[in-house]
Structures are given as structure tokens and as C-alpha cells.
């Protein structure tokens, strides 16, 4: 075979950053294999939103997000490179198979698909239309929202009786609604359900439907054995709350006519984790298994790294061919989150404060980020007397330190009211402040604001529109490129996210990267925990909360096809 090597090319590419892909990293890249490992949302999966871990050999207790950042670090150590982004298809060209990221191409023997799963919707009258509303799938992310309500939560698996627990920290009551005879889950996690005093057991029973206004004002429920029906209703101006825990589905559209799928929709895969097609692998919580948990993820994980080593040796001999090392292994010691030089420059900081804001690791990646800015910024901060308008301040100055691309112009309150008096072409409100906005050097509004602090899960986000508006910023494919700039008329996008959602930064990332593609579109961004008023204005009870052009809230995240498809 007479073919090229470039640097896209590698041993093995690992599809999904969860426990699963993780850890296939980890045993590929420590038996010297060249393995970059793909993920769009964030390193770590489902697991991240789980509080404590205690069924981890080894480890008595931990978050799932601080397990799985010490395997990524692991991973990385041994040479493991990483990359945000959206893989839209897996070619099979025999030895070679292609993955497709955007309108870039990677090349490599092997694949291990490690997508996971996600949350199941059950499909009761009303789950559809509630959902944000007041029907919600992340207790981590939503929780905070049914403070002093009535909270229902459907299943009786892991996920249902812990979040349960979870929940017990804002909820006023929760009620269980099990359609089996019992939990079936662990008994050491149904028991901490079982004996919570907020926490009531219901058995045996289906959710018909949820009613309501603009809010759930009424839920129904029958039993499964004799149809008896219980009608749950709110009194006066009052609402509650529904979770869903009722399992998750599969992430296999991207393969679903690749590979061969059971009628669940799950990879399967025979007892080396070796799928339908030659050399590639699935592991974790995307194929047909008994038990789905961390520990047998990781098992999985193991199993299919040790076989494609062989895979890849061999393709190796026969090819002739042999991927390139960009960069050489990092030293045991070292700890750091991320590979840096990775398309998307992705920064993993997923929690920030005024008083510790950028450790040393962190410094390094900003200024590699930092480095591909083409062109200069200016960072307006909108003040006024609060503590957070300090704190923003605070974040900026620190910010610009690590380069001379960026600068900050602030705006004092008194001269944002001679603005607001002045009908100033620019809509300021006091009730926005404080809030960043990004301009380039000639003072040309960029299109994308943070109202608070960006700090959090929104970290990264903010960087990376701060890099996008920078210069050509990530690589797009042309069609979607073209949809952008064909957008004729003004947008205004308004998302409420959390700073603890993990589900929020692919929204804001879609949405800056468009605004800073058409100068019709423009990105506010506000933090619920500085701005409750919105909860109220848009009946917000889920982030993220998207609404354009002051219509009707969309929630969820979206990648950035799927946005664009809102704005036409």
C-alpha cells in the first residue's frame, strides 16, 4: 500500500471521552500506540453529574467528575491525545477506516466506539411539552429550580433512587413512582431512598400525564395491577416537579447503519467487545450488556484496547504503515487537562472563583489558546455597584494578562445611564449589568456577551468565543459555514444557563460561533444564579433556556446544525 502518513493519522481513534473511552486511552497510548480520543460534549460522560461514586473498587467515595478527570490526566500522561468536536461519519475503507469531524479528516486503523447512552424519555401526555417546564433529566443541573416544590421522580433504578436522595436538598417532598414491585438497583442505594424521610415510595405504578398552564399544575398516575388512578393537583398559583430516571437510549445514530445494532438500538458486539465490522470496537454503555455501571465500562474498555493492539500490530505489518507521534508522552508527574494543541483548544476548567481563578495548568493552555489569536479584541465591561460586577472585573484583568490580544474598556454605570437616556443605538438596561461584551479593535460590536461572570462550565465556552472572533477560528464545514452567512435578518439570542450545567456550553459555543459569522445575529448569555428575574419572565425550571427573538423558550442543547435550523 503506497499511502501518505500526515500527522492526522493515527493508530486507533476512540469515539466517546466517558470511563469506557477513557480507559482504552489509557492501555493503548501506555503500550505505545498513537490514539487520539474524540469527545463533543465533555470528557468524563454521564457519570460526571453523579455526586459520589462508592462503588468503585478501590476508591471509598468520589464524584464521577473527579474520577474521571484523574483518568483522563492518566491517559494523557501516557501520551493520549484529545479533541472536542462532533464526529459526523465513520468511513470503512477496509484497513483504513476515516472519521469525520466537521470538514476535517482522520485516518486509522482502528475505531472503538464508546458514545455511552443518554437519558431515556418515557413518553407520557404532556413529558414533551413540559419538558423545561417543569418535566426535567438532570437532577445536578435542574434541581436547584423545584426549591420548596413537590417533586416527582420516575424509575427505580440506580439513577432514580440516588437523585432522589440528591434532590432531597431543595425539594420540599419527593414522591417514587416504580413501575415494578421494588427498586432495581443495588440494595445499599435503594436503602438510602427507603429510608429518607423526605422520600416517599410509591410502587407498581405508570404515569399517564401531566397537565398545566404555563407550569405542571396537575400529574396522573394508575396502578399497573388494579388501574386504580391518583391524581396529584397543586393548590392556588403553585407548581411541582417531574424527573424522569427511566434508563437511557443508546448514541448509536452515527453507526446505526454501519454496524449491526440489536432492536434496542445497542451495539453488539461478541466477548473481545470486536463489533460486525473488522477493526472496529465498541465498548461501555453503547452495547448490549447486563449491567451498565463505571466499573464494567472501564472492563470494557480494557478488553477492547488489549484487542486492538493486536489489530493495529498487525495492520501495521501489513501496511507497512506507522503513525507519526506529534509530541512525546507527558511525564507521570506532570498534570495537566488537557492536549492543548487539539482543534477545538478546549480549556477544562470547570470551576473558577475570584479569590483562585487560573493555577498554572491552566495558564499554559490559555496562552497555547492564545498563541492562534490572529487579531486583537477588545473585552467591554458593563459595570455597576455590585459584588459581581467586581468579581467580573476581577476575571478580565486576570485574563489579559496571558496576552497582549486582548484589552478592557470599562463602562461606568453613570455612563451607561447617560446611554440609556441618550437612546444610545446599543439597548443597555440596568437590569443586564454586569455583563462583558466583545469587540474588535475598531470598536465593531463582535455579536456575543456574558452577562455575570463566565466562569464554570462556561469557561471554555467564553474562550472559545473569544478565539473564534479572533480570526478563522474552528474549521467548519463549508455548507455549514454558507447556511451561516445567509441568515438575512436580525436574530437576538438570549441563553440562561447554570454554571454547574454541563449541558449548557455546547449550546453557548454553537450560538457564539454563529453571531461571530454574521454580524445579523447577536449572543447574550446570563447566568440564572445572577439573573433569577428570567426564571420568572420565561418560566424557566431546566438549563439551558434558549429563546430567540423574545418567542418561546427552547431547552436542551443543540449543536450548531440544529441551532441553525431554529434560526431559519
Known sequence: MNKKINESFYDVVIVGGGPAGLTAGIYLARACYRVLIIEKEKFGGQITITSEVVNYPGIEKISGEKLTDKMRKQAENFGAEFMLAEVSDIIDEGDIKTIICGNKKIECFGVLLATGAHPRMIGFEGEEKYKGHGVAYCATCDGEFFTGKEVF???????????SVFLTKYAKHITMLIREDDFTCAKAVAD??????????ITNVEVEWVQGDEFLRSIKYKSNISDKEYVYEVKGNDTFGVFVFAGYAPATKLVSKLVKLNEQGYIETDINQRTSVEGIYAAGDVCV????????????????ATELEHYTEGMRRKTGLKPVFSRKPKKAETDNHNNADNESGSIDKSSSSSEDLFNEEVVEQLKKVFEKFERPLILKIYRNNSKTSRELE???EELIKYTDKLEIEKISELEIKDKIKGNDKDKFSEEQLPYVKVCHKNGEDVGIAFHGVPGGHEFTSFIMGLYNASGEGQRLEEEVRDKIK???????????????CTMCPELVMSAYRIAVLNQMVTVDVYDIGVFPAYKEKYNIMSVPCMIINDNKPHFGKKNISQLIELLY
Open 153 to 163: 421522580v420516575i424509575g427505580g433504578g440506580f439513577a432514580a433512587a440516588e437523585e
Open 192 to 201: 438510602k431512598a427507603r429510608e429518607n424521610d423526605k422520600i416517599t415510595i
Open 289 to 304: 450488556k447486563s449491567l451498565r455501571q463505571v466499573v464494567t465500562a472501564t472492563g470494557d474498555g480494557a478488553l477492547a
Open 394 to 396: 476581577y476575571y478580565m
Open 486 to 500: 445567509a441568515i438575512n435578518h436580525t436574530v437576538n439570542i438570549k441563553i440562561i444557563v447554570s454554571l454547574s
